[in-house]
């Protein structure tokens, strides 16, 4: 779930902020919690407005509590992240280098971090109406139900558009992209890597 200042540096328009929202028709940030329309701000969404403070620090406070008591290659800053629509939770802290990423994400793949704090979470909040959904190579996403890839398609609804497409490296049941992967309202594809969503690109409407 990329917030917008993530999206910006991901499509280098990092030097004018508002370069991506006037580029494209429509700009999903945090699944479409945040959304804007040529450049216009349409729809905002908040947890902390949804949820309430009180479950919100209960949440942040459980999570603290677990990753203090996780042993990893090695931990940094920024364990929790707050944002718009979800608060992100990160186990080797946002703070880690690329090679730090890297060696969290070999380290996870082996031992299951991720997975098994998603367990705990499930168990801690069942009833809440939570979801916990892996992310990316580091994090963990925890937002309400409903309010995943898929919200985003509630602002298209109107447009009638043919086909939308829509392209995830983490597609299985768990990952942060499978509910709009399976959704009936789109085509989804899966992919590793950005060379290979080009690759898939270029197959799908260039050859």
């Not at 992240?81 to 080797?92: A, D, H, K, S, T």
Request: aromatic content about 14%; hydrophobic content about 35%.
């Amino acid at each position: 779930m990329l917030f917008l200042r993530k999206i910006e540096e991901l499509l280098s328009f990092t030097r004018i902020k508002t370069a991506v929202i006037k580029k494209y028709e429509y700009v999903f940030a945090e699944n479409g919690l945040v959304a804007y329309k040529n450049g216009e701000l349409i729809a905002k969404e908040s947890i902390a407005s949804y949820l309430g403070e009180e479950k919100v620090q209960k949440l942040i406070n459980f999570c603290l509590g677990y990753m203090s008591k996780l042993i990893l290659p090695v931990k940094r800053g920024n364990f929790i992240e707050f944002r718009n629509g979800l608060i992100n939770i990160c186990p080797v802290g946002r703070s880690c280098s690329q090679s730090e990423r890297e060696q969290f994400a070999e380290y996870d793949k082996k031992h299951k971090v991720r997975e098994e704090f998603v367990d705990a979470l499930y168990k801690e909040f069942n009833g809440m109406e939570l979801v916990f959904s892996i992310g990316g190579q580091i994090s963990i996403d925890a937002f309400p139900r409903g309010w995943d890839k898929t919200y985003c398609l509630r602002h298209l609804a109107k447009e009638k558009y043919e086909e939308i497409h829509f392209f995830g490296d983490k597609t299985d049941k768990g990952g942060n992209d499978f509910e709009i992967y399976n959704d009936s309202r789109t085509y989804g594809h899966s992919v590793k890597n950005p060379d290979d969503t080009k690759e898939k690109l270029k197959q799908l409407f260039f050859s």
